[in-house]
């Protein structure tokens, strides 16, 4: 499932491609998502025009000129292409090559001004378009309940120390947790945890000031890191370019079960074991 780092990466290369442009049709080959598409309001996009392209946690947001957003999450393998009539790279270079074998699953197609085509493809179905009022995006259920943004200032020590009083938790299950900060998924977390020298099962009343002050700055730069390289190109992501994500090239501990700790002075080997339901990776040295 696409992360921040990931869904930033789409964001952006929306963002730089379909800003300001219109929407002159909507062909809609299976409303049949994770939730079913109102298609009476999807169709009530067609001439309205494109203000911004946001993010917030996983959730993509597209304002629209109407008052109106649309919400959309990619699922496990929901992506976008975008291309034009021609199927001519952009000068943008904000274009994928459709797979002729995967067109089955281009369940949206949006006909954009300036000949661009924007494409929804979700293999499994998992994600979800949804058009909602603008006004109301703060407390719409899939966002209301969201902490705050790891790159933004709130995210602080400070926040993490109030957050974690009377918490009997393992310290993942609080960082998988949307409520205390949007956005992380297995993957960061494993990587944060590795490099904060932090076991994952260990218990948040456990941890230090000092420690704590560890995880804020790796989830940061982590995050920073992983969106400068594109993302993680793990099983269906790739960016709206069409280029698989680079980040993967620099996991410490995701999916390394078995192999050498990547630290130079450690001797460690890197597990695997089940921490609320998802596969954790850590070494079985340093991470204490």
């Known amino acids: 499932m696409p992360e921040l780092p990931e869904v930033e990466v789409v964001k952006e290369s929306l963002k730089n491609t379909i800003n300001n442009l219109t929407f002159k049709k909507v062909i809609i080959n299976t409303s049949k998502l994770r939730y079913k598409i109102d298609e009476k309001k999807l ?116 926040y993490f120390k109030s957050y974690l009083i009377n918490k009997n938790r393992t310290i993942k299950d609080i960082l998988m947790d949307q409520k205390f900060v949007a956005g992380l998924g297995n993957i960061y977390v494993n990587e944060v945890l590795f490099f904060s020298q932090i076991q994952p099962s260990t218990n948040s009343k456990s941890i230090s000031l000092k420690k704590m002050t560890l995880v804020v700055k790796n989830i940061k730069k982590i995050l920073k890191k992983s969106i400068k390289a594109g993302g993680s190109s793990i099983q269906n992501f790739n960016n709206s370019n069409g280029r698989e994500g680079a980040f993967q090239q620099h996991f410490a501990v995701y999916g390394r079960e078995g192999m050498k700790c990547s630290k130079y002075d450690c001797k460690g080997v890197i597990k695997k074991s089940v921490i609320s339901k998802r596969s954790t990776f850590f070494c079985s040295r340093c991470q204490k």
């Open 43 to 158: 169709y009530k996009v067609i001439n309205k025009k494109i203000l911004s392209v946001k993010r917030r946690s996983k959730y993509l947001l597209i304002n629209l000129n109407n008052k109106m957003t649309i919400i959309i999450h990619l699922g496990m393998t929901g992506k976008f292409f975008l291309i034009n009539k021609k199927n001519n790279v952009r000068k943008t270079s904000f274009y994928y090559e459709i797979n002729k074998n995967d067109e089955k699953h281009n369940h949206i197609i949006f006909l954009l001004s300036k000949n661009i085509k924007l494409i929804y493809n979700d293999v499994r179905k998992f994600g979800f378009i949804k058009i909602i009022p603008s006004k109301g995006i703060k407390h719409n259920s899939h966002i209301q309940s969201l902490g705050p943004e790891p790159l933004s200032k709130s995210f602080s020590v400070k």
